[in-house]
């Protein structure tokens, strides 16, 4: 059973900065895949941005060339860093791990103000 506990979230204006981190526990082995998906106010839940643990890519359209994503093996650590945000990228940010199962964390807002 992985348990994920995510960080980071607040209130920004517009062009600016913030990091989430999703910290993974309950497993001795390196976590599969990890990622980060949203859901805004009266949308479904979509992408943001996914890793393998070798390292491996995946990133929406909409956030391709202001958002990074990385991760820490060692710690099971997925981070998430979000530049030039915009008012549509508030949502709750989910943190979500694949290990045989998939795994969710209990969400972080992200507001971004005009």
């Known amino acids: 059973q992985v348990q994920l506990v995510e960080s980071g979230g607040g209130l920004v204006q517009a062009g600016g900065s913030l990091r989430l981190s999703c910290a993974g526990s309950g497993t001795p082995f390196v976590i599969n895949a990890m990622g980060w998906y949203r859901q805004a106010p009266g949308k479904q839940r979509e992408l943001v941005a996914t890793?393998?643990?070798?390292?491996?890519?995946n990133y929406a359209d909409s956030v391709k060339g202001r958002f990074t994503i990385s991760r820490d093996n060692a710690k099971n650590t997925v981070y998430l860093q979000m530049n030039s945000l915009k008012p549509e990228d508030t949502a709750v940010y989910y943190c979500?791990?694949?290990?045989?199962?998939?795994?969710w964390g209990q969400g972080t807002q992200v507001t971004v103000s005009s």
């Open positions: 979500n791990a694949v290990h045989g199962h998939d795994y």
């Open positions: 890793i393998t643990s070798g390292g491996t890519t």
